[in-house]
């Protein structure tokens, strides 16, 4: 279904006002500024989110819950692997799975050969790398025009093909095919994900509800602390209601698949018309919002520029300003390595639960719904806590953080014992639950914190950013486990470099990130920049300092 690009609307950025409250001492002699509060712009010429459209976005979300690119077609590619592979102590033509087998599995690779988990690794580890380049090199160029808009369309497209693809996926000879058809439905995925998510701060700023919490603000109705804390409250709303809603997701597309796998449990392709059944359902759900997605689109690309190379000079005048948004990117680099760590450890347990299944997609299924089913409640219970008590974004990122980074110390006691550390069936059950309690919301509340420190106006350049240190963060992690596998031939040697990695990084941003402050940098920084609303360029603290002098 093609549709006509929609009419550019320039934006309309005004200058954010400075807030200051004033506090007498017990005398009532003295007077004292405390902290600004700054304001984000809000352009009126954007319209007001519908509801068709939000719900439509919601329903994106909820069939883009990566139960096929994230969880089955990597199942798939490692059961192909495995299938094709050989024990390195029995040789060539032995079965990895067989009696008397080692329990090591390889595949010929480069001449030589590489066990099937680093294989696996390494196709993530390329990946994220490719995420890197796509993020850094369009990433910010979504903010110009309706770029983006069109973005998320075409890479929807590509993750949908490379899923309906997978019916190919027949034999253990294909288990290459499988690798590739896996990490182009893995890219595609996650940049889904990542521009899905710059929309929400937009969103946010547009509801009804926000409109009128502004209008009383400027009325004077409500002093500009609690509009700060209500405009924080309605983007940890939609945040929240759309990793709900991909949860209900999740739940509905591995209820859905019992109906094929169940029946079909004794025939041969029987995962492959699994895949082809939840990329079907993401179609169904997630066409909708390309249909009610309203034009809110940014400035136009500047002369002389194009979409390929802007985002990287736009990315590098940002990064020098590092100093002026020192929390923003303080966040930016640790969560990269926090990231880098829980995407690893969730990679590395489902390699060892798909070992411990015997990649059975069936099982999966039942593992993942009680990983669905906790993570709708936790993601509710969450916000229900925070909406009643007020609770700030960083307080319930610590939390739910605090338990996410003991996974990999779980795993690291499997080093030295099979009792304990993912060695045992109802380890994974229990790994699952605790995922889905704690997990789905830290994913909310990091998003949320990402949308409270970027400047208004500048969502793609720094949700791009974010979506590098998120999704595309699995650069160092993959690559340093799978040589651990490599010469240990011991999955679990891996666990004790990523808790480490992942505690590190926690600290860093637990004592490290002031999210109020960075709040009001970040709008700072975009009034400063208020020119980019009409030239779509970034400007040095020169040409800026320059140009609000003459205005």
């Known amino acids: ?111 030589g050969h590489k066990a099937v988990s680093s294989v696996v690794l390494v196709a993530n580890g390329v990946s994220f790398a490719i995420m890197t380049l796509i993020f850094t090199t369009i990433g910010s160029a979504a903010d110009y025009g309706s770029f983006g808009r069109w973005l998320l369309l075409v890479i929807t497209v590509i993750c949908w093909g490379a899923q309906f693809a997978s019916m190919s ?17 893995f890219v595609s995925y996650g940049a889904t994900l990542v521009f899905y998510a710059a929309l929400f701060p937009r969103l946010a700023r547009n509801t009804q509800h926000a409109r009128d919490l502004r209008e009383k603000y400027e009325k004077g109705e409500i002093p500009a602390e609690e509009y700060e804390v209500e405009e924080s409250m309605e983007k940890n709303r939609i945040s929240n209601i759309s990793t709900m809603h991909s949860n209900i997701g999740y739940i509905f597309t591995l209820c859905l698949n019992l109906s094929l796998l169940i029946p079909l449990m004794n025939n041969p392709k029987v995962n492959n018309y699994v895949i082809v059944l939840t990329n079907g359902y993401w179609v169904l759900t997630g066409i909708w919002w ?28 940002a990064f020098k300003q590092y100093k002026k948004l020192p929390y923003t990117f303080v966040y930016l680099v640790s969560f990269f390595l926090l990231a880098d760590g829980l995407n690893t ?92 309690l704690f997990q789905a919301p830290y994913y909310a509340f990091s998003q949320t914190m990402m949308a409270e420190l970027t400047p208004p106006g500048f969502d793609n350049m720094f949700f791009g950013l974010f979506g590098l240190s998120n999704r595309a963060s699995s650069m160092i992690g993959p690559n340093v486990i799978q040589a651990i596998i490599d010469n240990t031939g011991d999955n679990w040697k891996g666990f004790p470099f990523l808790f480490a990695l992942c505690v590190a990084a926690s600290l860093v941003i637990w004592f490290g990130v002031d999210v109020t402050t960075g709040r009001r940098d970040a709008v700072a920084w975009a009034e400063k920049h208020r020119s980019y609303a009409e030239t779509g360029m970034l400007v040095s603290d020169e040409d800026s300092a320059d140009s609000m002098k003459k205005s």
Not at 54 to 80: A, H, I, K
Not at 169 to 185: E, F, K, Q
Request: charge should be neutral.
């Open 1 to 111: 279904m093609s549709r006509l690009p929609m009419p550019e609307i320039p934006l309309e950025v005004a200058p954010p006002p400075l807030v200051t409250t004033e506090t007498r001492d017990g005398s009532g002699k003295d007077i004292a500024e405390v902290e600004a509060v700054a304001i984000a712009p809000v352009s009126k010429d954007e319209p007001i989110v519908t509801r068709k459209e939000l719900w439509s976005y919601y329903l994106y979300y909820n069939g883009d819950n990566g139960v096929g690119p994230n969880g089955y077609s990597m199942t798939l590619f490692q059961s192909l692997a495995t299938a094709a592979g050989y024990d390195p102590l029995r040789g060539p033509g032995s079965s990895c799975s067989g009696d008397g087998s080692s329990g090591q599995c390889v595949v010929p690779w480069g001449g």
């Open 345 to 436: 450890t969730g990679t590395l347990v489902s390699i060892c639960q798909n070992d411990k299944f015997h990649f059975s997609f069936l099982e999966n299924t039942y593992l993942g719904l009680a990983q669905a089913i906790t993570s709708t409640a936790s993601t509710l219970g969450f916000w229900y806590i925070q909406r009643h008590w007020k609770i700030s974004t960083k307080k319930m990122f610590v939390v739910t953080n605090v338990v996410t980074i003991m996974i990999p110390l779980w795993g690291m006691i499997g080093i030295w014992t099979t009792k304990l550390g993912f060695h045992n069936v109802w380890e994974f059950w229990a790994y699952n639950v605790v995922f889905g």
């Open 290 to 317: 390309f249909i009610f997605q309203q034009p809110r689109p940014g400035p136009p690309l500047p002369k002389g520029e194009h979409y390929v190379t802007v985002g990287w000079k736009q990315i590098w005048i």
């Open 169 to 185: 996926l027949t034999s253990p000879d294909r288990w290459g095919v499988a690798m590739a058809l896996y990490m182009i439905g």
